[in-house]
């Protein structure tokens, strides 16, 4: 059975250049970056040309690039550190970020006494920006804000220049989770002004095991992790010198081809859109996912027209990957956070969401097989 792979929002498979990449380091370049001889100074050269090309490609210092093993630990390294070291007293966020921020900010809560102000969402899942405004010019607490680029599951983007500037007018920081956007999108830190953001390989067709956290220089942020004096102090521990030259491979192949790459993949998407609509009538598309420019070109987020809570099985089983979008309790459906939070209670209860997750690997030809394996599960 051929497998057909649309869950690319999760992870994305390695690509050969990325694996030879690895491989190379493997062999050869088995030295702590921290010992001085020069096997040592060899792995420490990977780290260095990997961190400037990636500084090169955000418009950013070396010295704001740092090395964590996932998003995850970019996330949680920014918003701990910056509540303790920049004395936040209050963090603005939303109730639709991936899990590892809300977690954070929901421990944070608990264990700092930060003040914690979820941000109003419509049913389209855009973020009240004028909210965001409001709460910045009525109070001078010490805040941080936290939005993300593009969401994981309905691939709504944010306004980052916008949400940037109304932050700098009021004093504010700005904590952006890009792990879905980046090598995914141009961004230049030197014109956008976020003061932290966060990377992870995996969604970019580099390793799992290898991210960063964007920080910039003027927040001197501190460890999480403590222990020798890698990554400038900021992340005590040997670094993964492989993965980090399967995420240097990664982000300049993403980077080199970001155009090509995107129109091949925003065309998929649109003949995706178009072939689902035909087919199944009644599907919804979950939040702005079907509108161009509003929502990121990978992810595209339905709700089909009956509840099926066995959908991701039954596809599974003909050999296409997706991701189902809600988890199977006691037989019935249960809706991701983020859907739960802008669907109504009716549709919820009367569609399946299913998120299809597209990479410049996929073809119509995959995307044909898929509807008609709707069409056929669903009986249309
Ligand atoms: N943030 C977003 C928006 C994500 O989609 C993910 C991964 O799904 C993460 C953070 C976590 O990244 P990682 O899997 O590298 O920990």
Do not use: W
Not at 43 to 70: D, F, G, N, Q
Not at 152 to 176: P, W
Not at 245 to 270: C, M, P, V, Y
């Amino acid at each position: 059975m051929t497998q057909i792979y649309l869950d690319n929002a999760a992870t994305t498979p390695l690509l050969d250049e990325v694996i030879d990449a690895m491989v190379v380091v493997m062999k050869n370049n088995f030295g702590n970056p921290s010992s001085t001889h020069t096997l040592g100074q060899e792995a420490k050269t990977i780290l260095e040309e990997t961190r400037r090309k990636i500084a090169h490609e955000l418009h950013v210092s070396p010295a704001e690039i740092i090395y964590t093993s996932c998003g995850t630990e970019a996330n949680n390294l920014i918003l701990k550190s910056a509540v303790e070291d920049l004395k936040i007293e209050r963090i603005i966020t939303t109730e639709l970020e991936h899990k590892c921020v809300a977690e954070s900010v929901e421990n944070l809560k608990n264990s700092k006494n930060v003040e914690v102000i979820y941000l109003n969402v419509n049913e389209k899942g855009d973020v009240d920006i004028e909210q965001l405004q409001q709460l910045l010019k009525s109070s001078d607490k010490k805040t941080l804000v936290s939005l993300m680029h593009a969401n994981n599951e309905i691939g709504n983007l944010l306004d980052l220049d916008k949400v940037a500037n109304i932050c700098k007018e009021n004093g504010a920081y700005f904590h952006s989770d890009t792990v879905q956007t980046m090598a995914h999108l141009p961004l230049d830190f030197s014109k956008t002004l976020v003061d932290f953001a966060s990377c992870s390989a995996h969604k970019f067709h580099g390793p799992k095991g290898a991210g960063f956290a964007f920080i910039r220089k003027s927040t001197h942020l501190k460890a999480q992790i403590h222990g020798g004096t890698q990554e400038r102090n900021v992340r005590a521990g040997t670094e993964n010198v492989v993965g980090i030259a399967g995420l240097g491979k990664a982000f300049e192949i993403a980077t080199d081809n970001l155009e090509k790459f995107s129109s091949h993949i925003q065309e998929i998407k649109d003949y995706a859109i178009q072939r689902l609509s035909e087919k199944i009538p009644g599907i919804l598309f979950n939040g702005r996912s079907a509108e161009r420019d509003k929502s990121l070109y990978t992810v595209l987020s339905v709700s089909l027209p009956s509840q099926n809570p066995l959908i991701g099985l039954q596809l599974d089983m003909k050999g296409i990957a997706v991701s189902q979008g809600s988890a199977c309790s006691s037989g019935a459906a249960k809706p991701s956070s983020v859907l739960s939070k802008i669907l109504s209670e009716e549709t919820q209860q009367n569609t399946t969401p299913l998120r299809i997750s597209f990479s410049h690997k996929t073809t119509k030809e995959e995307i044909d097989a898929l509807v008609n394996a709707l069409a056929e599960i669903l009986r249309l």
